[in-house]
Every structure is written in structure tokens, then in C-alpha cells.
């Protein structure tokens, strides 16, 4: 068994080092990224006609500039014309855009659920390989649409799967599909090929469809990543507008062996395309989002709305048309300059390329994303996309498949519980002087499993009703953090139990009298232990008030060079070279406090260059009263900031 995965890997390898000799992109449209079109299979059926594929190049050029196309040869049982698609790749090259092939290995869907391949079946089988090859003959590089998973139960899959968990199944489906019917195929085709996977977005529930980040995703010679978010209260999954930077970041971290120059390896991009959108503004907010997350590449899904020439709607957007948002409507609707003879009514393509435009600007100035560091396990899951609600209340997340051993505090949520060693590795980092902090949805998974030799803390079961929060340190000590001008609703929260003077309720809830752990503290070895309550419904961490939210982010973020007082869907992204941006969600002004690590820290606007003044220091309480030595932080430096509704705002910094 260890041989033939060896053998396999060997064999993977190889093929990796072949794809690596392709021919780096050449300079793009923009300074800092590259655009691609994502052509689907009836667009290339259509660009058979040459007088069709011309009008069409020229009207999503004029909208927005590009620099790749993927032509799709394969989706739900149809096939591009395999006899036009070399004709249809030089009328591409010969005008400087970059030419690959597209894949989707998927058959459709009924009834509301998305329909795959059943791999049990030889028909099905037949019809990947035949998809396939026709990709490898065609070209040197294939993208996968994030349809190659796995929902079909069939009774040939029900009888294969056995005993066998359906998570397990799937895995160990997909693992052989990818290897046989696609990596092995397509390089014995075509020895220079190189084959990305592109991943959706919904990544905590991947192992049970048989995507596989741990394994599958290394075999493959590059990834990316699906950072569609859509609307956050609407549509199915109710992604967080913060998942758009986010899993950029943890793809990142899947694959962090990524050339950018070269476009080799790693995580390749992101790809946003313009579905269940109630306002126009959601669509630029993704591609922005995309990258401030550092993609090297940025994918347009697709080109059908790109190309199309119905006039679209701006939406529900009446609450902030006429302030002076990042992204402008009248201004992108004046910009269009379109072909002879075709309308200027605003597009999907000209708000892409607007949008595009304008960030592009800004990108420069920004270093080298940095979060939190929170580890997730491989194949894990619990309380689901917890950090994008975290990020949405302004704590910059870096998720990472590793337990971040450099990191001086760790953020580790209930998909900790996956790694059989977790409590070791956080007695470990904690010996080491530095900090964990865990949610209470870990807290209660571990408590039976070797936790309580750190702290002997415990989830009750029972929930309470918290309307009230204060925040101290210390016997005696405690001020209300609730909001004197707004007064939030009751908040859901399991009861966590400890023992006093053991642990220390930095932050604790009140209802009734009694006190209820928000943030609780312990030191062990040289390190301290937080243990963080999460509501029962996790979207409720924006009905905390600010007082709430700032407290925690003050533990979770003491040492870090920027933090954030801010209401709920405001974002933060940090970065190593000084520089940040605040980007709101919100339908309404808002104005936040921003703390940066050093004295007399000077700002600036990155697009405006004003420069915002600094806020007289705020004596800190704690400086009278010190409980257990508890390390102070750094000197800061405060700035207050007004942040129109749904903007961006970058800036830099400098002692």
C-alpha cells in the first residue's frame, strides 16, 4: 500500500514538473492582478460563428479589460465543437489574451439539488474520460468548474459505500477519480498539460461530496478558489461577506507552494460571478474582497453576462445611492464607451471592469496579508464558518490547515476537535509562552477529552439570555460595556461553569443577578488560556454590543499592529508592511476607531492622501489595577475614521 502511494505520488510529481515548463503570463491589463472570462460551453458552441465571436470580443473588451479566456469543451452533457476550437484559441492569442481550457464534470441537476456524475456507473465513467481527453488535446492547461464532486445514491453507490460512512465514500471515490480518470488520463495525453481544481466556496462541508483539500489538492498542479459570496440573508448557504478574503487566505494555506510571477503551483486565483446579488454594489464588494486577499488572478463567471446586452438593475440601494460610496454608479455608467451601434446601458461587464479599475489603484500599497491564526484541521467541520462572522465584526482572520506553532496567540474553534492531538499541541504552545484562545464550542467537545488538565471549565448545557455585558479586570472592578445610545437585543449563550480564581471573566454577561462568562482567562505554564462563548446562533455576534465586541478583540488582538473599534459588518485587513483597509457592509454610515501598535503613528489615505488626526490617549483602567501580572501591550496609537456605507478605505502608515 505504501509503495503504490508512493509510486502514485512519484508519478503526480512528474506530472507537476512538466506542467511547470509552461510559459509564464506575460504583463496584463492591470498592475497588480490578472483578469480571466469564463467561457461555458455554449459560449464556445457559439463562437463557431466568427462574425458572433468578433462582436462579442470587442463588446466585453470595451467593458472590461481582460487578459485570460477559458473555453469551456464540457458541462452537463454537452460537448463544444471540437472542430472549431483551435481556430477559435488563435482568434484569441492573436489579440494578446491568454488562452486555457475549461472543464465542468457534472451532469446536470433536477429538482432544486445539483446533479454529478455517478461514478458507479460505467456510462458516467465513459463520459468524464471522453470530457478529458478532449481538454488534453486541446490544451496545455484545464481548469475544473467546482462541480467535481460527488451527491449521487444511487443503489450502485448505496452498495458500494458499505459500511462505509458517506464522507468516507466519497473521499475515497473522488481520490481514485481524480487520480484515474482525470490526472492520469489527461497527462498521458498530454505530458505538458497542467490540471487546476478549482474549489467552491462552501469549504467546511467539503469532505462529505468527497472534495479533499488534504490529498487531492496537492496532486493537482495548481488550485482555486471560488470566493462567491453572493447575499449574506438570501440565498442558500448565507455565506458572510468576509468569506470572499477569507478563503482566499486558506487555500493560500492549503497550497502555499504558489509562484505568482510564473503562475505555478499554489492557489492560482479567485472566481466571482454575479448571481442572487439584491444591489449592485454586493458584486464589486467580492471582487474587491478577492483581492485584498492577494490573487494573482481574478475569474469573471462568465462571459454570457459580461457579453450580454440587457441593461441590469442597480437593486435595493435607494439608503446610500447619494453618498460617497467606493463604488460609484453614475460615474461607472458614464465611463462606458461601447462598440458602434450598441447601447451604453450599464452591464455586469463595465461594473467588473469599473470596479476593477479603481482597486487596482491601491493594491500596490499593501504588503502581505496577516490575521489571527486559527487552525482547521483537514476535513474538519464546527460551527460553521464561525471566522467569517469574526471577520465580520473586524477581526482579521488567517485560517490555516496547520496548527500555527509561530503564531503568539491562536484562535482555535470547534473543527479543532478533528486533530486527536489538539490538547497537547495547546499545552504545548502555552509551555512555549504564548496564548490560546478557544471557543466554547471546542470547550465542550474537549471537556471530556483531556481539556480540563488546562482548565477545568465546562459547558452546562443549559443556555441564558444576556442583554447586559460588563467588562473587568479584577475583584471589584467592572464598567458596562452595553452602548448608551443604542440598546441591542437579548443574545442566546451557553452557560459555561468554572471555577472562581481559577479562571477570570474578563468580559461576563449579567442577567438576573448572576454573572456569565464572555471571555474567561487562566494562565497556564507561561502562557494564558481563554476560553471565548460564542452565542447559540453564531450570526448574533453582531447583535453584541460594540463595548462587547472591541473587549474581545482587545484579548484576541493586544499585540497586533492594527485593531479595530467598530460596529458589526465592518471589516478589517491587515497587512505586514504598515498598510490596512476598513471596509464596511453596512446600508448606513458608520465611524470607526482604529488602534495602531506604536506612538505617534502617522496615517494616511492611500487614495485621497488626506491624513486623519490623532486621537488624545485614553487612560487605560487597568493601569491602576493589575491582576496577576497581566501584560499591558504595547503603546498605541488611536485615529477616528467615518466610513461611508458600503466602501473601501486604504490606508498607510508610518512612524
Not at 503504490?4 to 515548463?21: E, M, W
Request: aromatic share 12%.
Amino acid at each position: 500500500m505504501q509503495h503504490n502511494r508512493l509510486a502514485l505520488l512519484s508519478s503526480l510529481f512528474a506530472g507537476f514538473l512538466a506542467a511547470s515548463s509552461a510559459t509564464p503570463a506575460r504583463a496584463g491589463q492591470y498592475k497588480n492582478f490578472r483578469v480571466a472570462v469564463y467561457c461555458v460551453v455554449d459560449a464556445t458552441q457559439r463562437f463557431a460563428d466568427e462574425k458572433v465571436l468578433q462582436a462579442e470580443f470587442d463588446r466585453v473588451m470595451a467593458r472590461v479589460k481582460f487578459d485570460k479566456v477559458y473555453l469551456e469543451v464540457y458541462r452537463n452533457r454537452r460537448f463544444a465543437d471540437e472542430a472549431s476550437l483551435d481556430r477559435i484559441k488563435r482568434f484569441f492569442s492573436e489579440r494578446g489574451v491568454i488562452v486555457e481550457g475549461g472543464l465542468t464534470l457534472a451532469a446536470g441537476g433536477t429538482g432544486g439539488q445539483f446533479g454529478t456524475f455517478d461514478f458507479e456507473k460505467p456510462e458516467d465513467r465513459a463520459e468524464c474520460k471522453k470530457a478529458v481527453q478532449i481538454a488534453a488535446r486541446h490544451f496545455d492547461s484545464v481548469i475544473l468548474d467546482d462541480f467535481f464532486f460527488f451527491t449521487s445514491k444511487s443503489d450502485a453507490d448505496i452498495a458500494a459505500k458499505g459500511k462505509r460512512s458517506w464522507t468516507q465514500y466519497r473521499l475515497e471515490t473522488m481520490r481514485k477519480v481524480s487520480t484515474e480518470l482525470v490526472l492520469k488520463l489527461a497527462r498521458a495525453i498530454n505530458p505538458k498539460i497542467k490540471m487546476i481544481i478549482k474549489y467552491p466556496n462552501w469549504y467546511e462541508h467539503f469532505q462529505g461530496l468527497g472534495y479533499d483539500l488534504e490529498e487531492q489538492a496537492q496532486w493537482f498542479d495548481g488550485i482555486y478558489t471560488g470566493t462567491e459570496t453572493r447575499d449574506p440573508f438570501v440565498t442558500d448557504q448565507l455565506l458572510q461577506q468576509y468569506e470572499s478574503y477569507e478563503i482566499l487566505r486558506y487555500f493560500n494555506n492549503v497550497r502555499p507552494d504558489g509562484n505568482r510571477g510564473g503562475n505555478l503551483g499554489g492557489n492560482l486565483g479567485g472566481w466571482i460571478d454575479t448571481f442572487s446579488l439584491r444591489y449592485v454594489d454586493r458584486y464589486p464588494e467580492q471582487l474587491w474582497d478577492t483581492l485584498f486577499a492577494k490573487a494573482p488572478e481574478i475569474t469573471l463567471f462568465s462571459w454570457y453576462p459580461m457579453a450580454a446586452l440587457e441593461t441590469i438593475d442597480p437593486g435595493d440601494r435607494d439608503a446610500w445611492k447619494k453618498k460617497p460610496t467606493s463604488f460609484n454608479w453614475d460615474e461607472m455608467a458614464k465611463s462606458y464607451q461601447p462598440p458602434k451601434g450598441e447601447s451604453a446601458a450599464p452591464n455586469w461587464g463595465r461594473v467588473a471592469g469599473w470596479s476593477l479599475e479603481q482597486v487596482d489603484r491601491c493594491l500596490g500599497k499593501l504588503g502581505n496579508p496577516i490575521g489571527v491564526k486559527s487552525y482547521k484541521p483537514f476535513q474538519s467541520t464546527g460551527e460553521d464558518y464561525i471566522h467569517n462572522y469574526l471577520g465580520n465584526i473586524g477581526v482579521p482572520i488567517e485560517l490555516t490547515p496547520q496548527f500555527p506553532t509561530d503564531a503568539d496567540i491562536v484562535l482555535l474553534s470547534e473543527s479543532a476537535k478533528f486533530d486527536r492531538d489538539i490538547v497537547a499541541k495547546m499545552k504545548k504552545h502555552l509551555a512555549s509562552g504564548k496564548n490560546v484562545m478557544v471557543t466554547s464550542g471546542l470547550l465542550r467537545a474537549l471537556q471530556d477529552k483531556g481539556i480540563k488538565d488546562i482548565a477545568e471549565a465546562e459547558d452546562t448545557g443549559r443556555t441564558v439570555l444576556i442583554h447586559d455585558f460588563i467588562g473587568g479586570f479584577g475583584a471589584g472592578k467592572g464598567a458596562s460595556l452595553n452602548d448608551p445610545k443604542q440598546d441591542s437585543p437579548a443574545v442566546l449563550f451557553p452557560e459555561i461553569r468554572f471555577f472562581t480564581n481559577d479562571m477570570w471573566p474578563v468580559v461576563r454577561g449579567v442577567a438576573a443577578a448572576r454573572g456569565f462568562p464572555i471571555v474567561l482567562m487562566n494562565h497556564y505554564a507561561k502562557g494564558i488560556f481563554y476560553v471565548l462563548t460564542i452565542p447559540e446562533n453564531i450570526s448574533d455576534l453582531y447583535n453584541l454590543p460594540r463595548g462587547v465586541t472591541s473587549a474581545i478583540k482587545a484579548h484576541l488582538q493586544r499585540d497586533f499592529p492594527v485593531r479595530m473599534d467598530s460596529p458589526a459588518q465592518v471589516a478589517l485587513f491587515d497587512y505586514d508592511n504598515g498598510a490596512f483597509v476598513v471596509e464596511s457592509f453596512r446600508h448606513d454610515d458608520s465611524e470607526v476607531t482604529v488602534s495602531v501598535k506604536g506612538d505617534h503613528v502617522k496615517l494616511k489615505n492611500a487614495l485621497t492622501g488626506q491624513v486623519p488626526s490623532e486621537l488624545a490617549p485614553v487612560p487605560d483602567p487597568r493601569e491602576k489595577h493589575s491582576f496577576r501580572d497581566l501584560p499591558m501591550g504595547p503603546s498605541r496609537t488611536n485615529f477616528k475614521i467615518p466610513v461611508p456605507p458600503h466602501s473601501y478605505l486604504v490606508f498607510t502608515s508610518e512612524k
